[in-house]
């Protein structure tokens, strides 16, 4: 099948967009990355899903009118992205859009209880004229699961290493990690959770730090000019997220604007510079990555291959590079994988499993009482000839 993975992180970024050949079954399964693009957010519509995204300052009529004006750019990116391959719009058969997190309800106990994500299917739908398929934590939260991190069952499908354990580390917005078995053994099974932050503090504070000019920390410039205070960042590693067992997700509602302009000033108030906190803000997460391998890894990891935006900060690599020694901290590209669309595969994954009936993840990533088809199924203008397609496979 031809599908279209569609995802927009907690960073807010913007929109990355990619088709993919997928084709066998879980155990063996290709994918093949087509062509993917990356659009970004117009700074308005960026400061409109942040503002949407906090408490404080969303309201429901900004929220309603998100969900559709968002769907419209996530629908123009599908399909600019088709006009720029040797495929014709009808012959993508699905479209698995992750859309916008707004917010992630977690309890005091640590279980979820609600996950927002926006972006208007049925706009993806007839602006393409692709069935799509959306919504895909909602299930998982009903069987008493997390909702997240969905990365982490492409990683078992894909990912596993022949003889020893493999660490899969997402340092987007937020930070999670799956670790995972070897194929060899069949006795232990992965998990997975959110380590904490990951550039979401550190972006927050950037951004506030130079006037709204810079979104991140590039090629960590700020960190480099920087000591990390050790004092803080102690204070820091107190958050009672660090301490709570897994399965745990985390998101914005805990770590994000509002909390790190809080920290800001705290750190303002120790006599910190602008430079110390954010090198204090990169070793946190580095450093919360790292305290999170040595309580939960359940065996010795190996190899850790880094994805999402961390990846780029030499200062944040060369850190986990001396925390998670003796492992080898490697990227995606270096197994083969392309990183910067390593969350639309995941969608597109997720959407060619649901639309198999097949479950998209697995209890012991989530927590929940059993494994679910997950997703909604928005049908396009493909769906009949869709379903007669599919028909057809299973009866052959």
Same mark, same amino acid.
């Given at each position: %099948?031809?599908?279209?993975?569609?995802?927009?992180?907690?960073?807010?970024?913007?929109?990355?967009?990619?088709? @993919?050949?997928?084709? #066998?079954?879980?155990?063996? %399964?290709?994918?093949?990355?087509?062509?993917?693009?990356?659009?970004a957010y117009e700074p308005a519509m960026r400061e409109a899903i942040l503002q949407c995204c906090d408490a404080e300052r969303s309201r429901v009529d900004q929220i309603a009118d998100l969900n559709v004006s968002l769907?419209?750019? *996530?629908?123009?990116?599908?399909?600019?992205? /088709?006009?720029?391959?040797?495929?014709?719009?009808?012959?993508?058969?699905? /479209?698995?859009?992750?859309?916008?997190? /707004?917010?992630?309800?977690?309890?005091?106990?640590?279980?979820?209880? +609600?996950?927002?994500?926006?972006?208007?299917?049925?706009?993806?739908?007839?602006?393409?004229?692709?069935?799509?398929?959306?919504?895909?934590? +909602?299930?998982? /939260?009903?069987?008493?699961?997390?909702?997240?991190?969905?990365?982490?069952?492409?990683?078992?499908?894909? &990912?596993?290493?022949?003889?020893?354990?493999?660490?899969?580390?997402?340092?987007?917005?937020? #930070?999670?990690?799956? *670790?995972?078995?070897?194929?060899?053994?069949?006795?232990?099974?992965?998990?997975?959770f959110d380590t904490g932050p990951g550039n979401a503090l550190l972006d927050a504070a950037v951004y506030h730090f130079s006037g709204g000019k810079l979104t991140y920390d590039h090629a960590g410039e700020i960190a480099?000019?920087?000591? %990390?205070?050790?004092?803080?960042?102690?204070?820091?590693?107190?958050?009672?997220?660090?301490?709570?067992?897994?399965?745990?997700?985390?998101?914005?509602?805990? @770590?994000?604007?509002?909390?790190?302009?809080?920290?800001?000033?705290?750190?303002?108030?120790?006599?910190?510079?602008?430079?110390?906190? !954010?090198?204090? &803000?990169?070793?946190?997460?580095?450093?919360?990555?790292?305290?999170?391998?040595?309580? @939960?890894?359940?065996?010795?990891?190996?190899? !850790?291959?880094?994805?999402?935006?961390?990846?780029?900060?030499?200062?944040?690599?060369? %850190?986990?590079?001396?925390?998670?020694?003796?492992?080898? !901290?490697?990227?995606?590209?270096?197994?083969?994988?392309?990183?910067? *669309?390593?969350? +639309?595969?995941? *969608?597109? !994954?997720?959407?060619?499993?649901?639309?198999?009936?097949?479950?998209?993840?697995?209890?012991?990533?989530?927590?929940?009482?059993?494994?679910?088809?997950? #997703?909604?199924?928005?049908?396009?203008?493909? @769906?009949?000839?869709? &379903?007669?397609?599919?028909?057809?496979?299973?009866?052959?």
């Open positions: %099948m031809l599908i279209i993975g569609l995802m927009s992180g907690t960073s807010a970024d913007g929109v990355d967009a990619a088709l @993919f050949e997928i084709e #066998g079954v879980p155990g063996n %399964m290709k994918t093949r990355l087509i062509h993917g693009r990356t659009d769907a419209e750019v *996530f629908a123009d990116s599908a399909v600019r992205l /088709i006009a720029e391959t040797s495929v014709s719009r009808g012959d993508v058969d699905l /479209i698995g859009s992750h859309g916008q997190t /707004i917010w992630h309800s977690v309890c005091p106990d640590g279980q979820v209880s +609600a996950s927002l994500q926006i972006v208007e299917a049925a706009v993806l739908a007839e602006r393409t004229g692709i069935t799509t398929i959306s919504n895909f934590r +909602a299930r998982d /939260i009903a069987l008493g699961g997390q909702g997240a991190p969905l990365t982490s069952y492409v990683d078992w499908l894909l &990912l596993r290493h022949p003889r020893f354990w493999r660490a899969i580390q997402n340092i987007g917005g937020m #930070g999670n990690v799956t *670790f995972l078995p070897p194929l060899n053994n069949e006795r232990d099974r992965p998990i997975a480099k000019r920087g000591r %990390m205070n050790e004092e803080w960042l102690e204070v820091l590693l107190q958050h009672p997220y660090y301490q709570r067992d897994y399965p745990k997700t985390t998101g914005r509602e805990t @770590f994000g604007t509002a909390a790190a302009l809080d920290l800001v000033a705290q750190a303002a108030a120790r006599g910190l510079s602008e430079t110390e906190i !954010v090198a204090t &803000l990169t070793s946190l997460t580095a450093t919360n990555i790292a305290e999170a391998y040595r309580r @939960f890894a359940p065996a010795a990891i190996q190899e !850790v291959i880094l994805g999402g935006g961390g990846r780029h900060n030499p200062v944040m690599v060369a %850190m986990l590079r001396d925390l998670l020694a003796p492992a080898s !901290v490697l990227r995606h590209e270096d197994i083969g994988m392309n990183s910067d *669309f390593k969350e +639309a595969l995941v *969608f597109a !994954v997720l959407a060619y499993e649901s639309w198999h009936g097949r479950p998209g993840t697995l209890p012991s990533f989530t927590g929940a009482k059993g494994a679910a088809v997950l #997703g909604q199924i928005t049908p396009g203008a493909n @769906f009949s000839q869709l &379903l007669l397609h599919s028909w057809s496979e299973a009866s052959e």
